[in-house]
Nanobody
Framework: QVQLVESGGGLVQAGGSLTLSCAAS????????MGWFRQAPGKERNFVAF????????VYADSVKGRFTISRDNAKNTLYLHMNSLKFEDTAVYYC???????????????WGQGTQVTVSS
């Protein structure tokens, strides 16, 4: 069982930066693949990025590649999403998720946080 709590969302101007955090409680955080997803109003929840248990492998959606960086600190049981050069279209609720597989498919993830709102003003 893993509990996830996101933080760090907010309002930022286009071109700005934000760092989201996802604090995990429970056992064996390093055993889980961790991902970030986002959901804009009226749209599906979409994959943003995910990382292997050790953090050594990462995959990004094309829309954020080169601007966002996913990382994790297993000693602190925390996942991060560093977001640079933010665009209006990055506005969404961002969710972190934990699962047993290296996948972009949201339904494969067992545990989800409550989400944190990111709003980018144009």
């Amino acid at each position: 069982q893993v509990q996830l709590v996101e933080s760090g969302g907010g309002l930022v101007q286009a071109g700005g930066s934000l760092t989201l955090s996802c604090a995990a409680s429970g056992r064996s955080f390093s055993n889980y693949f961790m991902g970030w997803f986002r959901q804009a109003p009226g749209k599906e929840r979409n994959f943003v990025a995910f990382t292997h248990g050790s953090g050594s492998k990462t995959v990004y959606a094309d829309s954020v590649k080169g601007r966002f960086t996913i990382s994790r600190d297993n000693a602190k049981n925390t996942l991060y999403l560093h977001m640079n050069s933010l665009k209006f279209e990055d506005t969404a609720v961002y969710y972190c998720a934990a699962g047993p597989a290296f996948t972009v498919v949201a339904t494969a993830y067992n545990y989800w946080g409550q989400g944190t709102q990111v709003t980018v003003s144009s």
